[in-house]
């Protein structure tokens, strides 16, 4: 079963920093790219940030580059994120994934 554990969240002051954490198991972390996505509140689902498997790849979305770095460790099970310069707008349920879709777009209109 595949279980991915979060923590680090809270509240923070403009401009402070947190580290998120996931705890990894019930799949092969080693060869797993990993990703942080987020929902800010009455939004939809975002990507914050990639990494590869062997944490040589990252990315991440414009409005927090240079603020968030993304790791991990193998050795761990473990993939963290490490967000500075924090800002309201950062303000969102944060989530560790192991798939991410690039979404499609479905609209309902009459």
């Not at 920093?17 to 987020?38: D, E, K, N, Q, Y």
């Not at 989530?95 to 009459?110: A, D, F, I, N």
């Amino acid at each position: 079963e595949v279980k991915l554990v979060e923590s680090g969240g809270g509240s923070v002051q403009p401009g402070g920093s947190l580290r998120l954490s996931c705890a990894a198991s019930g799949f092969t972390f080693s060869v797993s790219p990993m990703h942080w996505v987020r929902q800010p509140p009455g939004k939809g689902f975002e990507l914050v940030s990639s990494i590869n498997a062997d944490g040589g790849w990252t990315s991440y979305r414009d409005s927090v580059k240079g603020r968030f770095t993304i790791s991990r460790d193998n050795d761990k099970n473990m993939v963290y994120l490490q967000m500075t310069s924090l800002s309201p707008e950062d303000t969102a349920i944060y989530y560790c994934v192991k798939y991410w879709g690039q979404g499609t777009q479905v609209t309902v209109s009459s």
